[in-house]
């Protein structure tokens, strides 16, 4: 349920460069783009951060995600979005997703954007473990566990 030349979804282990995905969404008859664009932080609830790690059951993710930019257009009126994230190791600074809609008006990406963070973080299969300077967990999305 994709538009090809409108919607855009990638799992990765490469890095993400937040122009190139801008690129993606660029239309000229878009007014706005708006981004959201995750980084790993050094430190959670005062322990040191070395990594995050990244796992996914890719055919799933990318299906839940484009089932999300589907929705997500249901909603408002969107001209080109893309949702690509990492998967492997992410080091302390690096990006681990990027969401970039494009619209007419700045208020659809802007809501689209925030309701499809939340949305991933809930329902795609993509699984992170904190590496810590003194040992690592396996982390659950408190959106996951959110009842509706």
Do not use: C
């Not at 993606?24 to 708006?34: E, H, Q, T, Y």
């Not at 050094?42 to 999300?68: C, D, H, R, W």
């Not at 970039?100 to 949305?119: K, T």
């Amino acid at each position: 349920m994709s538009n090809l030349d409108k919607d855009f979804v990638k799992l990765t282990s490469e890095n993400l460069i937040l122009q190139d995905i801008v690129n993606l969404v660029k239309d000229d008859g878009a007014g706005a783009i708006s981004t959201f664009n995750g980084t790993t932080r050094n430190i959670f609830k005062g322990k040191t951060v070395i990594q995050l790690e990244y796992e996914s059951y890719t055919p799933m993710a990318e299906k839940v995600l484009f089932n999300l930019i589907y929705e997500a257009r249901t909603k408002w009126k969107l001209t080109k979005v893309a949702i690509y994230h990492r998967t492997g190791i992410v080091p302390v600074g690096e990006t681990s997703v990027i969401i970039a809609v494009s619209s007419v008006h700045r208020q659809e990406s802007l809501h689209a954007v925030e309701w499809l963070i939340d949305q991933l973080k809930e329902k795609a299969p993509i699984w992170k473990k904190e590496v810590y300077n003194d040992g690592s967990v396996w982390k659950e999305n408190a959106e996951s566990r959110r009842k509706v």
